[in-house]
């Protein structure tokens, strides 16, 4: 797994970095300054442009990464690069006049008539279109296997930018308004400076002719576009609707939660990010072998680092939220559990979606996508008002089941394949253990001390078996990689 072990390295750097600086804004900045209600409103509003975004892209960004590969020549990639550039276009010329006549309705329907999203038509609007072109020109970059800098944009970037942002609104020197307006043009700048690498990396010559292939890419794109919208929809559906039918407030207590716990699923993040094209190339070559191999592979490896990171996580969540000594937040840590056992399913289940979503039954992903969408907003419904954010996370977690199960039973049915093993079974039971012997560790007065400690002694019973039982080699060798270096 050379390239793959390579570029995820450097993109798990990336990702750590991102959920740090992410956690200083989520965690301190965000609740000192500005304060809940603003935190609230700004997620609930990029919240809503995810919900968009995939009107706009149309799912052409999946459509580059299967096709490339399956091109005949440079000819044919070179009319796939423009097709997918230039398809965009033609949606935006629907939705830009549709979106503006009925922005009023939309944000409505969105927000559930809430007037602080109302406030701001243009950022939604205008930040979806930005990202559906961010994520066409990062797949570009996916193709020809350059996915480190792409992911430094994707996932570092927003996060600084936001920093900044907030660093500027404590010192008094922008307010709301202006908070708003340098977001979007933050995200702007964003999209040009991929343009710039992406064009540097490889530039296509224009044709005027279609790809021989267009119908079947439409149809994918189609599909795929549905099946996005669904997934952007489940994926920001809890946090809409938590602030339509509770408070903008614990939108704040619940968003912290969700970013505590997406830190399990950054290892997977970072794989999936150069995993989606090889397993693309593997499908159109019918080598079997390897896809089976990159599945059990990236499945057992994701599991071992996610696993640790959920031990870290879960069993630091007291001190975690006494150093951040927010009143409320405290409120959403079984949020935090709940959500985590859910993205730690999902990661394991290696490049499971890849392999679905770039075979020829990748049609399967949209009925599955609506299924769950539809039960997300029944859920959510149901449970947010009976528990609030306690609900909101049984929902994700509800729904997180399903539509992983699907998947999983749809790839052994079909490619007569699964994503676990016997050391799948070693690793779950090494960190139950794990989880039964630090749990009852009684926390020092220090929060920090206790962190330290804690995660030291969860590090040294994690690394017993993962060295004993010699789970995956691909670990062992970047663990003798990384001291070579560091000594």
């Excluded at 503006?100 to 309705?105: I, T």
């Excluded at 961010?134 to 193709?143: A, Q």
């Excluded at 970072?270 to 190339?281: G, H, K, Y």
């Excluded at 640790?308 to 001190?319: A, H, Q, S, T, V």
Aim: glycine content about 4%; aromatic content about 16%; some cysteine.
């Amino acid at each position: 797994m050379g390239i793959i072990a390579k570029q995820s390295l450097y993109n798990v750097v990336s990702i750590g970095l991102a959920f740090l600086i992410g956690a200083l804004n989520m965690l301190f900045l965000y609740p000192t300054f500005p304060g809940k209600e603003f935190q609230g409103l700004v997620v609930a509003l990029l919240a809503n442009s995810n919900l968009i975004q995939p009107f706009i892209s149309f799912g052409v960004q999946h459509t580059l990464i299967k096709f490339f590969s399956s091109s005949k020549n440079k000819e044919d990639q070179d009319r796939l690069l423009w097709f997918v550039l230039l398809f965009p276009l033609l949606i935006l010329v629907v939705v830009l006049p549709m979106y503006f006549y009925f922005n009023l309705e939309i944000l409505s329907f969105l927000s559930n008539d809430n007037a602080g999203v109302a406030r701001f038509p243009f950022l939604i609007i205008a930040i979806a279109v930005a990202t559906a072109y961010f994520e066409i020109f990062y797949s570009w970059l996916r193709v020809h296997l350059k996915s480190v800098f792409g992911n430094f944009l994707k996932e570092v970037y927003p996060r600084l930018l936001t920093f900044i942002l907030l660093v500027c609104f404590a010192l008094q020197w922008i307010d709301l308004g202006a908070f708003i307006n340098y977001l979007i043009g933050g995200y702007y700048l964003r999209l040009l400076i991929i343009m710039g690498y992406s064009f540097s990396v490889y530039v296509p010559r224009f044709q005027w002719r279609l790809p021989e292939s267009w119908r079947a890419m439409l149809r994918y794109s189609a599909l795929i576009f549905l099946s996005g919208a669904a997934a952007s929809f489940i994926l920001d559906i809890d946090k809409s609707m938590i602030f339509s039918l509770t408070s903008d407030v614990n939108v704040a207590f619940y968003a912290v939660a969700l970013y505590i716990a997406a830190v399990v699923e950054a290892p997977g993040r970072a794989m999936f990010q150069i995993t989606s094209p090889l397993v693309a190339q593997a499908l159109n070559a019918n080598d079997s072998k390897r896809l089976e191999r990159l599945l059990k592979k990236s499945s057992l490896n994701l599991l071992i680092v996610s696993g640790f990171l959920f031990l870290i996580i879960n069993l630091n969540l007291n001190d975690f939220y006494h150093i951040i000594n927010q009143e409320g937040y405290a409120s959403a840590i079984g949020v935090v559990i709940i959500v985590s056992l859910g993205k730690l399913f999902s990661v394991s289940m290696g490049c499971l979606n890849n392999i679905i979503s770039n075979s020829k039954y990748y049609s399967y992903v949209f009925w599955f996508s609506i299924s769950s969408a539809i039960l997300a907003v029944f859920l959510n419904y149901i449970f947010i008002q009976s528990h609030g954010i306690m609900g909101a996370a049984f929902a994700t977690l509800l729904v997180i089941l399903f539509i992983n199960l699907c998947k999983i039973l749809l790839v052994r049915f079909l490619f007569k394949i699964h994503p676990y093993s016997q050391k799948t079974l070693s690793v779950i039971l090494s960190m139950i253990l794990i989880y039964v012997l630090t749990f009852k560790i009684p926390s020092l007065l220090n929060p920090w001390w206790s962190i330290l400690l804690r995660s030291v002694l969860i590090l040294g019973l994690f690394s017993v078996p993962l060295f004993v039982f010699r789970w995956s080699l691909d670990i062992e060798k970047l663990i003798q990689d990384f001291r070579k270096r560091l000594f």
